[in-house]
């Protein structure tokens, strides 16, 4: 499969936002702007996260992402508050081409299932969030599943929950490294290398890119 390379907008209403470790946010200026800006630049997809929506539960940004269906000519994802399938219908009428699943598919994996049923799996992608760190005792690497943008802890296999996402329906991957994230010192290769192993669905990476010659290891 061709390398593609994909720009995950994180946004907090209107802005585009980035912080560190999912924490620390700072407003960059209008999402809509860089969004088009990318997408003028080449580059093959842009995912659009709203990091708020699922935190304080609130629906999908449904103007901003009408915004985005008229400025963009490449494939876009929207992530974020998404707990229905009405939400998913809205998403995909405005002129999404997939969306991104997390907290709403742990709490509900049905969701997943239906949606997977409707539109297909190549509409679907498990968005997953995944914390590590080592133990003191025996110095193994522990990775959890967090959800609602890195604010909850879920206690999850991510392997089991991996493998129980796949056979409810999705189509791809996008895997997100959150003790990585914004530090830009190199991505979690072995994290990587964990998921590709054990899944033969397409896997995008978020977290910690230094420059194009690592995305392409």
Not at 1 to 30: Q, T, W
Not at 184 to 190: E, F, M
Request: glycine residues 8%.
């Amino acid at each position: 499969m061709r390398k593609r390379i994909i720009s995950k907008l994180e946004v907090k209403g209107p802005n585009l936002i980035k912080g560190l470790c999912f924490d620390g946010l700072r407003s960059l200026g209008f999402a809509s702007g860089f969004a088009k800006k990318y997408n003028d630049e080449g580059i093959d997809e842009i995912i659009y996260q709203d990091i708020r929506a699922s935190l304080c539960k609130t629906e999908p940004n449904f103007s901003e992402i009408k915004k985005l269906g008229k400025l963009l000519d490449i494939p876009f994802v929207v992530s974020g508050g998404i707990t229905n399938l009405d939400h998913l219908k809205k998403i995909f009428d405005l002129g999404a081409d997939k969306v991104s699943l997390n907290s709403g598919a742990v709490n509900n994996l049905r969701l997943i299932e239906k949606a997977a049923s409707i539109y297909g799996s190549q509409s679907i992608i498990l968005s997953l969030d995944i914390f590590s760190y080592q133990e003191e005792i025996n110095n193994k690497i522990i990775r959890e599943v967090w959800i609602k943008n890195g604010k909850e802890r879920t206690e999850v296999n991510y392997m089991e929950w991996l493998k129980n996402a796949t056979s409810a329906g999705i189509g791809e991957i996008c895997l997100t490294s959150i003790a990585h994230d914004g530090l830009a010192q190199g991505a979690d290769l072995s994290l990587i290398k964990e998921i590709c192993n054990n899944s033969d669905l397409p896997v995008i990476y978020c977290g910690g890119m230094i420059d194009k010659q690592e995305a392409c290891h």
